[in-house]
């Protein structure tokens, strides 16, 4: 055989070995990924730019289910098993915080939590926890506002409506959220005494229904409703619950928060009293937190302790543009 031959033998021999030694000084990067409700869109959709940037930056990714505490502290286990270094995490439960990082720590895992911020053995949120949620307090004055303009719209009158606010104010980013639309809605001289709160038991659409349900039997004769809540599930679960007492689109305006959670709502034929909901940014909560994650790992960078996001409003006209611009259909 040939010298020249054996040339590209060998520089595919030498290419091996310098990839190799690469992976030797450096191991692979490991990051879970574990979210409170894996069967909500907007934790899928999480989940789902978290792949793209295991894909795009060369991470394997680890997603795990964690809808209670006993998942969240066998799966970290199983991460420090696995050699994973770090994780992000919406945990089913924000005291769970104090135990959380603890284990991380023991573990030596780096621990990033998303959505819900933890709480401490104080009772006040955790700000030592490296953390990326969204603006709530803000986000919901804006479902406030554009209540008000809606009923403004319409010319129904004070008097003819009232606000149900579905609440879950065991969660603080929650509660911020019903108490931004709440403050809103009476910076635009709506009656305080025609807010009413339908506390749900549950976080998803059954808990919201039976709230509202419970509460529209107590408020019986009321012409028009404006509707807010935590969430897409808490106010779509509002929406089927008012239907159920005859209200529809002419006579209701409900206006979620997520934009995730709703597309099916929003796609139908026929308009129901959704209205529209705050979009948040799923690709910034998903990838954004990972790629934080993987740079602290692989580049010693620190992410900032504190990262707000902000929210849009999509409707019936704009949903399908604004899901498409943001990566979330096609
Ligand atoms: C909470 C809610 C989710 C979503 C996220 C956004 O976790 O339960 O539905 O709104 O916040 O950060």
Request: glycine share 10%; proline share 4%.
């Given at each position: ?315 019936r006209e704009n949903f399908r543009q604004v899901l498409k611009e943001q990566g979330i259909r096609d």
């Amino acid at each position: 055989m040939k010298f020249t031959a054996l040339r590209p033998v060998r520089t595919l021999l030498a290419l091996a070995c310098a990839t190799l030694a690469a992976h030797a000084a450096a191991p692979a990067v490991k990051i879970g990924f574990l979210v409170k409700q894996p069967e909500e869109p907007w934790f899928q959709l999480e989940w789902k730019f978290a792949d793209q940037a295991a894909k795009e930056l060369g991470f394997t990714l680890v997603k795990i289910g964690a809808t209670d505490g006993e998942k969240v502290l066998a799966g970290i286990d199983n991460l420090a098993a696995a050699g994973a270094q770090g994780f992000v995490i919406c945990t089913p439960d924000t005291r769970l915080g104090p135990g959380i990082a603890a284990k991380a720590r023991a573990n030596k895992l780096k621990l990033i939590s998303v959505d819900d911020q933890f709480i401490g053995a104080n009772g006040k949120p955790m700000t030592n926890v490296h953390h990326l949620g969204i603006s709530a307090g803000k986000i919901g004055e804006s479902v406030g506002q554009t209540l008000a303009a809606e009923m403004k719209k319409r010319g129904w009158t004070a008097a003819d409506t009232a606000v149900c606010a579905v609440t879950f104010e065991e969660l603080a980013t929650a509660k911020e959220r019903t108490d931004g639309a709440i403050a809103a809605l009476t910076a635009a001289s709506f009656p305080k005494d025609r807010i009413f709160k339908a506390p749900e038991r549950t976080a998803d659409i059954p808990g919201a229904f039976d709230a509202v349900n419970v509460l529209l039997t107590q408020k019986s004769g009321i012409k028009h409703w404006l509707v807010c809540g935590p969430n897409d599930s808490a106010v779509l679960g509002a929406v089927r619950a008012l239907e159920g007492r005859g209200y529809a689109a002419d006579s209701c305006v409900a206006i979620g928060i997520n934009g995730t959670d709703c597309i099916v709502e929003l796609e139908k034929a026929k308009p129901t009293s959704f209205y529209g909901s705050m979009l948040l940014s799923a690709k910034a909560h998903g990838y954004q937190t990972s790629e934080m994650m993987f740079r602290w790992i692989k580049e010693g960078k620190e992410p900032p302790l504190d990262s707000r996001t902000v929210g849009v409003l999509i409707t019936r006209e704009n949903f399908r543009q604004v899901l498409k611009e943001q990566g979330i259909r096609d």
